[in-house]
């Protein structure tokens, strides 16, 4: 046995000799570089471009191993003489006996060094690589089929100590879009790649964009676990870092996660996806904000169908949890809707982690908020249903969403139970009849510009109910406002309804858009209590008692005083069982009675307010100037006409009230007024509307009580005989008189 086995061992010996001996000859004798020719000439009829090669090695043992550098593959007619992709060196080998016995396929590192691939679109649409597509049906068109040959390796065979490419780029330029982009510095390493076998992947680029300018340091790292039976991928410590710039913002991210994918399913599943993005810039508050996201995301491809379950995003002080659906995301109507909570926060400190110092009335406010909701959204719209929201002691519910991203469309109907708005106001400028300049100059009211740009930008329709409300003071209670009108150029309305102090309100607004706006004014208010109002609205008391009133006005323009000079409209008041406050009217009267009986020196301490019964009032406005003769007022003293101008743009008044003291009465005070039974003292109001000046006109309170002497004088019976006598002297002349004894003469 021992003669046979040796002669065996001699013939294989002498076979592999004569393998290795041909193998050599083929490595010595065997040139690749001659086949260039018909090697472009393959290409040519594959692709229909040019192929240049530069040097080709060939080696043979251990490894049959090809490299070649500096291959060209020309770019399609109208893009210029840019190649569509080179590469500067590429090498691959196999294993030679493993493939020769056992039909293993063991392959080398595969390398590419230098690969470089332009990519572009035309003005037109073309692209470079559709005459590629094109060529490859055509050639597909015109070739048999080929006979089927049965697989001499099998898949599971294959072997491959990994891949480098080091230095690529890929570039994509589109004239039509006006859009660039470039890939460089392209490096990719892997591990040994054998099926179902886990290997690891290093990769890292640079990514630019031209337009926007954009440019970042991309790289992912992680462990790649194929299962090619089960057509399913995992992944172990998969990261992907992110680190550029875009838009003078500076970024850097990183995603950590876990991808597992069943490709047969195209289901794909980021399992603890943890992403934390840092965003600076000179417009970031304080220069740098961090933004985190959890969560585990799953998406079936086929279906369109995603849910990110335990999602979590935090910023600052913020935090938001959410369990969000969608469905038809591959179709054409995607939809997304899930629960939404953003925990309880304090907005103040939110601001102010962000650089916004805030100034409000109330320290105190902003101190707490927080949300909870339904959202569902479309690619055009988003809503939030069941709403229930928290701002310090104000609870907020109902819906709210935007009906049209493009137009930002809102859409709401949203109930509150009860807010101080006050509280988060700036606090109160001492001077309110001027406006701060950024200079620090001061300049009058009607210089201010009216919210014009803001009215035309306003694109809602919704309600909110306030069931309590303070703004400006105001304490206002079941209030309704209404916002309507869509569109930039469309009429918009705002409507309000509220009950406040004891009475209601009706208010209608409406903004007419143009190149000089327009706004009409519409308001009632009903049996309100006049003191308590005034005082919140104004800071002073001019009148109290039950009071209505109503306007109907309208105007234009840009600014405050613009409007006020085109102002038209009516104006009407009344109240009942009251007093005007600053003055006493009593006393005025007092004091003209004493200067009528010559008493310059009069001089008494009361209450500087006149009581009246009712009053009523109204005028119509004309051009800013509001003009009114029909003021009506009665008390137990007297009763007062009055007639005269307020002129809003210069807000000054020229009017003349004139109160009749009323017969057997008593003025306030309980002081007798006998000497004036009757008699009307005007009285004229001039100066400022906020502070008028008053003058009592005792000159035609004069002539009144002259007259009135006269007309008592003409009532004697014995002067009326005289004056008789006397007429007809005049007129008849003198008769004789029977002679009688003298008499005295008298002076009359």
Same mark, same amino acid.
Do not use: C
């Given at each position: 046995?021992?003669?046979?086995?040796?002669?065996?061992?001699?013939?294989?010996?002498?076979?592999?000799?004569?393998?290795?001996?041909?193998?050599?000859?083929?490595?010595?004798?065997?040139?690749?570089?001659?086949?260039?020719?018909?090697?472009?000439?393959?290409?040519?009829?594959?692709?229909?471009?040019?192929?240049?090669?530069?040097?080709?090695?060939?080696?043979?043992?251990?490894?049959?191993?090809?490299?070649?550098?500096?291959?060209?593959?020309?770019?399609?007619?109208?893009?210029?003489?840019?190649?569509?992709?080179?590469?500067?060196?590429?090498?691959?080998?196999?294993?030679?006996?493993?493939?020769?016995?056992?039909?293993?396929?063991?392959?080398?590192?595969?390398?590419?060094?230098?690969?470089?691939?332009?990519?572009?679109?035309?003005?037109?649409?073309?692209?470079?690589?559709?005459?590629?597509?094109?060529?490859?049906?055509?050639?597909?068109?015109?070739?048999?089929?080929?006979?089927?040959?049965?697989?001499?390796?099998?898949?599971?065979?294959?072997?491959?100590?990994?891949?480098?490419?080091?230095?690529?780029?890929?570039?994509?330029? /589109?004239?039509?879009?006006?859009?660039?982009?470039?890939?460089?510095?392209?490096?990719?390493?892997?591990?040994?790649?054998?099926?179902?076998?886990?290997?690891?992947?290093?990769?890292?680029?640079?990514?630019?964009?031209?337009?926007?300018?954009?440019?970042?340091?991309?790289?992912?790292?992680?462990?790649?676990?194929?299962?090619?039976?089960?057509?399913?991928?995992?992944?172990?410590?998969?990261?992907?870092?992110?680190?550029?710039?875009?838009?003078?913002?500076?970024?850097?991210?990183?995603?950590?996660?876990?991808?597992?994918?069943?490709?047969?399913?195209?289901?794909?599943?980021?399992?603890?996806?943890?992403?934390?993005?840092?965003?600076?810039?000179?417009?970031?508050?304080?220069?740098?904000?961090?933004?985190?996201?959890?969560?585990?995301?799953?998406?079936?491809?086929?279906?369109?169908?995603?849910?990110?379950?335990?999602?979590?995003?935090?910023?600052?002080?913020?935090?938001?949890?959410?369990?969000?659906?969608?469905?038809?995301?591959?179709?054409?109507?995607?939809?997304?809707?899930?629960?939404?909570?953003?925990?309880?926060?304090?907005?103040?400190?939110?601001?102010?982690?962000?650089?916004?110092?805030?100034?409000?009335?109330?320290?105190?406010?902003?101190?707490?908020?927080?949300?909870?909701?339904?959202?569902?959204?479309?690619?055009?719209?988003?809503?939030?249903?069941?709403?229930?929201?928290?701002?310090?002691?104000? @609870?907020?519910?109902?819906?709210?969403?935007?009906?049209?991203?493009?137009?930002?469309?809102?859409?709401?109907?949203?109930?509150?139970?009860?807010?101080?708005?006050?509280?988060?106001?700036?606090?109160?400028?001492?001077?309110?009849?001027?406006?701060?300049?950024?200079?620090?100059?001061?300049?009058?009211?009607?210089?201010?510009?009216?919210?014009?740009?803001?009215?035309?930008?306003?694109?809602?329709?919704?309600?909110?109910?306030?069931?309590?409300?303070?703004?400006?003071?105001?304490?206002?209670?079941?209030?309704?406002?209404?916002?309507?009108?869509?569109?930039?150029?469309?009429?918009?309305?705002?409507?309000?309804?509220?009950?406040?102090?004891?009475?209601?309100?009706?208010?209608?607004?409406?903004?007419?858009?143009?190149?000089?706006?327009?706004?009409?004014?519409?308001?009632?208010?009903?049996?309100?209590?006049?003191?308590?109002?005034?005082?919140?609205?104004?800071?002073?008391?001019?009148?109290?008692?039950?009071? /209505?009133?109503?306007?109907?006005?309208?105007? @234009?323009?840009?600014?405050?005083?613009?409007?006020?000079?085109?102002?038209?409209?009516?104006?009407?008041?009344?109240?009942?069982?009251?007093?005007?406050?600053?003055?006493?009217?009593?006393?005025?009267?007092?004091?003209?009675?004493?200067?009528?009986?010559?008493?310059?020196?009069?001089?008494?301490?009361?209450?500087?307010?006149?009581?009246?019964?009712?009053?009523?009032?109204?005028?119509?406005?004309?051009?800013?100037?509001?003009?009114?003769? /029909?003021?009506?007022?009665?008390?137990?003293?007297?009763?007062?006409?009055?007639?005269?101008?307020?002129?809003?743009?210069?807000?000054?008044?020229?009017?003349?009230?004139?109160?009749?003291?009323?017969?057997?009465?008593?003025?306030?005070?309980?002081?007798?007024?006998?000497?004036?039974?009757?008699?009307?003292?005007?009285?004229?109001?001039?100066?400022?509307?906020?502070?008028?000046?008053?003058?009592? /006109?005792?000159?035609?309170?004069?002539?009144?009580?002259?007259?009135?002497?006269? @007309?008592?004088?003409?009532?004697?019976?014995?002067?009326?005989?005289?004056?008789?006598?006397?007429?007809?002297?005049?007129?008849?002349?003198?008769?004789?008189?029977?002679?009688?004894?003298?008499?005295?003469?008298?002076?009359?």
């Amino acid at each position: 046995m021992a003669k046979p086995l040796k002669i065996v061992l001699l013939v294989l010996g002498s076979f592999v000799l004569l393998v290795v001996a041909a193998l050599l000859a083929v490595a010595l004798l065997f040139d690749p570089n001659d086949y260039r020719d018909q090697i472009r000439a393959a290409v040519k009829e594959e692709t229909g471009r040019e192929l240049t090669l530069g040097d080709i090695q060939l080696k043979v043992f251990p490894w049959l191993r090809v490299s070649l550098a500096d291959a060209r593959l020309g770019n399609a007619p109208g893009f210029g003489d840019v190649p569509f992709a080179e590469v500067r060196k590429a090498s691959v080998g196999v294993k030679l006996m493993p493939l020769l016995f056992d039909k293993q396929l063991q392959v080398s590192t595969v390398t590419l060094d230098g690969l470089h691939v332009s990519l572009a679109k035309n003005a037109e649409g073309l692209s470079n690589w559709d005459d590629l597509l094109q060529h490859a049906r055509q050639q597909k068109e015109e070739k048999p089929p080929k006979v089927k040959v049965e697989a001499q390796f099998s898949l599971d065979s294959l072997d491959i100590d990994g891949v480098t490419v080091d230095d690529a780029a890929v570039v994509y330029d /589109d004239a039509q879009a006006g859009k660039h982009y470039e890939l460089q510095k392209l490096k990719l390493k892997t591990g040994t790649l054998r099926p179902s076998d886990p290997f690891d992947l290093d990769l890292a680029a640079t990514v630019m964009s031209k337009t926007p300018a954009a440019q970042a340091d991309v790289s992912l790292s992680g462990t790649i676990k194929p299962d090619l039976k089960a057509n399913k991928l995992d992944t172990d410590g998969l990261k992907l870092g992110i680190q550029g710039k875009a838009l003078d913002y500076d970024i850097d991210t990183t995603i950590k996660t876990r991808l597992v994918a069943d490709l047969a399913a195209q289901v794909f599943n980021l399992d603890a996806l943890d992403v934390e993005a840092k965003l600076g810039g000179k417009s970031i508050p304080n220069g740098s904000q961090t933004v985190r996201l959890g969560g585990d995301l799953a998406y079936n491809l086929k279906e369109g169908a995603l849910r990110f379950a335990n999602g979590k995003l935090q910023a600052a002080d913020l935090t938001l949890t959410t369990d969000i659906s969608g469905r038809e995301l591959n179709g054409e109507h995607p939809q997304l809707s899930g629960p939404l909570t953003i925990a309880p926060f304090s907005p103040r400190k939110l601001l102010e982690s962000f650089g916004t110092k805030l100034d409000t009335a109330d320290p105190k406010a902003l101190a707490q908020a927080g949300l909870q909701a339904q959202y569902s959204g479309t690619l055009s719209s988003a809503r939030l249903q069941n709403l229930v929201a928290t701002l310090d002691q104000t @609870r907020i519910t109902g819906d709210f969403g935007i009906a049209d991203f493009k137009t930002l469309a809102l859409a709401f109907a949203l109930q509150v139970d009860s807010i101080d708005a006050d509280r988060y106001l700036p606090p109160k400028s001492k001077d309110k009849e001027k406006v701060a300049t950024p200079d620090g100059e001061k300049k009058d009211l009607n210089a201010v510009q009216l919210p014009a740009e803001m009215l035309q930008k306003l694109n809602a329709d919704g309600t909110i109910d306030i069931g309590k409300l303070v703004v400006d003071k105001l304490k206002l209670s079941d209030i309704r406002i209404k916002l309507s009108g869509q569109g930039a150029q469309t009429v918009k309305q705002q409507d309000l309804s509220a009950r406040l102090y004891g009475g209601s309100v009706k208010l209608t607004h409406r903004y007419t858009p143009g190149a000089t706006p327009g706004y009409a004014l519409k308001t009632q208010l009903s049996s309100f209590q006049a003191g308590p109002f005034l005082q919140d609205f104004t800071g002073k008391d001019y009148v109290s008692g039950i009071a /209505d009133f109503s306007a109907d006005v309208s105007g @234009r323009g840009k600014t405050v005083g613009e409007l006020r000079r085109t102002l038209d409209g009516q104006l009407a008041a009344q109240a009942k069982n009251g007093a005007v406050k600053g003055f006493n009217l009593g006393q005025i009267i007092r004091k003209g009675e004493a200067m009528l009986a010559g008493n310059l020196n009069y001089s008494e301490t009361s209450t500087p307010e006149t009581d009246f019964t009712t009053i009523s009032v109204s005028g119509t406005l004309n051009n800013g100037v509001l003009h009114s003769d /029909d003021l009506n007022a009665a008390s137990p003293l007297f009763r007062v006409g009055g007639a005269g101008d307020i002129n809003l743009v210069d807000e000054t008044i020229n009017y003349t009230a004139k109160p009749t003291v009323v017969e057997t009465s008593k003025g306030q005070g309980g002081k007798e007024l006998a000497q004036l039974n009757g008699v009307t003292i005007p009285i004229r109001l001039s100066g400022s509307l906020w502070k008028p000046k008053y003058k009592v /006109d005792i000159e035609d309170a004069v002539k009144q009580k002259a007259a009135e002497k006269v @007309r008592e004088k003409l009532n004697d019976p014995e002067v009326k005989q005289k004056l008789n006598d006397k007429l007809n002297d005049l007129l008849f002349g003198k008769k004789k008189k029977q002679e009688k004894p003298a008499e005295p003469q008298t002076t009359p």
